[in-house]
């Protein structure tokens, strides 16, 4: 196999009636979706050379048509968020070489503020399918290709792109859908963006197995009811999130008063996961239900560890991020660029077909992270260093410890930041927490969101946690965690609120 539509392909002559993919406005069958990626194929295939294919719609069937159609026509795709900023729109079409600009009648009036030519996909879907020219374009590819183009933060604030192949793609997903027995009979709850890497596992197994890829609507993450009612009322029997909106059903005590009836397989990646909030889904739902930790970073499509929980944790316990994906090596280097010892924390490299192929238009960028592998000094052979501290704990899991970023030195001492949030978050009626470290102030504050009025309260069980260079300065109580638009906390946007406190 060299092209991931081929997966797709499969799937439309098997299932051409049944409802692939569905939003708010529509509910698309795959044989639908097919023939307008294939129009949509058609019509950049007569727009000049290969392209990087900017898709300036919102989480849709249009998007998702449009981005099947960029692969037919050998192009590669970049979901852009049309509720980013102009600015970071603007970056992220300037670092693209001359890209094509898809838009639909939606997003029509912002994408023609940003001073691009676009098509508009309604007009393409009136081109004509000429599967001559389809299958000539197919035998000129290759798996080496480039699928699509994933932008993150970058450290300097600009967005940084990652180019995954199509045999990157291909290889995780056949592990990730024989790994969680994905078939024509999984209904995925889609909650992450199409722009972000977790959303490559939903709809791209989805694509391959024939499985029914729902949209939930952005504002019923505001509505926890209303989430558990989408879910049953479209018979979700899988659903893969992000913790913090995994977390909102036992911030709100929510299955005290409605249940989700069809979960089967309730996966988390993306920031770490409290176990107390988890510990509220494994006890007021059926016992069968299976938790997985998934865990990796964009550069590996999207996972390169996994743990499925099968044993009970504290409410002040850590998960582990548990052992490599088949057909996906990771190993622990320390700082003498060794290999770690058992129990000794170092950084998580990984060694896979699932990786990416570095950074668009960034050769800086790609040879800090994507390097020879330090413990192969015969050949060549080029690993990811993922910024990810970690260690094996006594039965050989990974335990994740901290981002490289969010480990900091204060007073001679290494302090892992994350290990203060777990004693914090361990405290009942706390619904989420982060720490914040001011250099320049030499401050080192914890902030929280939640119901317990007394900081003192959160202090105390993070003292009864960690050693005492640990404890933080000042513990901050805020009404609301900031979050992105992955869902995800923001980070950065907790500096600004803490030096505004």
Known sequence: MKNVLEFFEATVERLPEK???????????????????????????????????????????????????????NDFYIVVDVHSPADRILNILGTLDNPIVVTDAQSEELTKSLGYDYFLYEDMLKAEVDEAVLIDIRSSMCDMDTAYILFTSGSTGMPKGTVVSHRALISYI????????????????????LYFSMSVTDFYSTVKCGCTYHIIPKQYFIFPIKLVEFLNENEINTIYWVPTAISLMPNYKVFDVAKPEYLKTVLFAGEVM??????????????SIVYANLFGPTETTDICTFYVVNRDFADDDSLPIGKHCDNC??????????????????????????????????PEKTAEAFV?????????????????????NELGEIIYISRKDFQI?????????????AGANSVPKVKACACVYDKEADCLALVYEGAVKDPNVVLDAVKNKVPAYMYPDKVLRIKDMPKNAN?????????????EL
């Open 487 to 499: 869902g995800k906390l923001d980070r950065k946007a907790l500096q600004t609120i803490y030096k």
């Open 409 to 421: 030195k204060r007073q001679g001492y290494r302090i892992e930041l994350g290990e203060i949030e």
């Open 19 to 73: 409802i692939g993919f569905t939003d708010s406005e529509r509910k698309a069958t795959f044989r639908e979706v097919s023939e307008n990626a294939k129009k949509i194929g058609a019509f950049l295939a007569n727009s000049g050379a290969r392209r990087p294919v900017a898709v300036l719609i919102d989480k849709t069937v249009n998007c998702i048509d449009s981005m099947l159609g960029s692969l037919y026509a």
């Open 329 to 362: 090596d990771v190993f622990i280097v320390n700082n003498d660029g060794k290999l770690a010892a058992e129990g000794e924390e170092g950084e998580l490299y990984a060694r896979t077909t699932f990786m990416a192929d570095g950074y668009y238009k960034n």
């Open 174 to 193: 056949n592990w990730v859908t024989e790994e969680f027995k994905f078939d024509e009979a999984t209904s995925f709850g889609s909650q992450t963006p």
């Open 274 to 287: 409290p176990t107390k909030q988890l510990n509220y889904w494994i006890k007021n739902l059926d016992e």
């Open 372 to 392: 020879q592998n330090p413990l192969n000094p015969y050949y060549p052979e080029r690993v990811y260093k993922t910024g990810d501290i970690v260690k094996y």
